[in-house]
């Protein structure tokens, strides 16, 4: 499925990519998507970058195949900070 990773998400304004132990190169998989997407080892600084562009109205799909060590909920919480 990473290979077809990039075509899915074409239509994205915005992609941020948690990659810790995927087993393979979430960067590369996504490198045709240019700056529109990143990567991002770390729970805290994939959490702080959402956070940094998101805007008041803005839709932030999580899409995943695990709990991600609480991301759903780290990430409302930090949104609730925003001013």
């Known amino acids: 499925m990473k290979d077809q990773l990039a075509g899915s998400l074409k239509d994205a ?9 995927l087993g393979w190169d979430a960067a590369g998989a996504l490198r045709s998507l240019g700056a ?17 562009e998101a805007k008041p109205g ?8 695990g709990g991600f060590g609480g991301l759903h909920d ?3 919480d930090r949104l ?4």
């Open 36 to 52: 529109t997407a990143t990567t991002h080892a770390d729970l805290g600084q994939l959490v702080e970058a959402i956070a940094a």
């Open 13 to 21: 304004q915005r992609v941020f990519c948690y990659s810790a132990d």
């Open 80 to 83: 609730r900070l925003a001013p």
């Open 74 to 76: 780290t990430l409302l």
């Open 58 to 65: 803005d839709h932030i799909l999580v899409m995943s195949n």
